[in-house]
């Protein structure tokens, strides 16, 4: 029997199913989060909030990148990876300005809505677990995922921390901490983005 291709555009059924469902959860949960950290006045949920925008944004990316060229995944990845660094920036900026300003976080808000956003990522992050070792779009979305489960648990702890100790600086800290991770998963998004341009261009010449 000739390869007509059917196995090809059923995984690719697939992907994409599994990524409009991970884009919606994120997009969902990343208003949610970002009013709660509003009400909060918490830098842990605001900056779990921007990294859940970005993971929707790579969702979307690698939606469009869908059976497109190598080129184009690896540099879809790229502008992931780019935009990750610049919100795990911005997220150290509000930290910085948070602590200049003072700030009053809610613990009830930082860990009640902290355990929903975790339960989101972890079924995510089991839809994803087949495709992490796929094409570098892909991957780029599951070190998303992964990067919030370990923000999520952050910020319950540091809910409870900031209840124990009657201190926002808890919040702080996992406020900084999750930039600084943010960071690191583009930097090592955009280092993957990079490898595969180069083996892109190597077998296009």
């Known amino acids: 029997m000739s390869d007509c291709g059917c196995h090809h555009e059923a995984k690719n059924a697939h992907e994409r199913r599994v990524l409009v469902i991970a884009l919606a959860l994120n997009a969902a949960m990343a208003v949610i989060g970002g009013i709660g950290g509003w009400i909060a006045q918490s830098t842990g949920l605001l900056a779990d909030a921007l990294d859940m925008l970005a993971d929707a944004t790579a969702y979307a990316i690698g939606l469009i990148a869908i059976g497109r060229t190598a080129r184009f995944k ?7 990876g780019s935009v990750l660094l610049v919100l795990g920036l911005g997220i150290l900026v509000e930290v910085g300005r948070r602590i200049v300003y003072g700030a009053e976080p809610l613990s009830g808000w930082m860990i009640g809505i902290s355990l929903l956003s975790l339960v989101v990522n972890l079924t995510v992050l089991r839809m ?26 952050g910020v319950i702890l540091a809910g409870f921390f900031v209840w124990w100790l009657a201190k926002p600086y808890p919040d702080f800290v996992i406020g900084t901490l999750i930039g600084l991770y943010v960071i690191k998963e583009a930097v090592e998004i955009l280092r993957d983005a990079r490898r595969a341009r180069a083996e892109s261009s190597s077998a296009a010449a």
């Open 74 to 80: 690896a540099n879809a990845a790229w502008l992931s």
């Open 128 to 153: 994803l677990s087949k495709l992490k070792s796929g094409e570098v779009h892909l991957r780029a979305t599951w070190l998303f995922t992964r990067a919030d489960v370990v923000a999520n648990i």
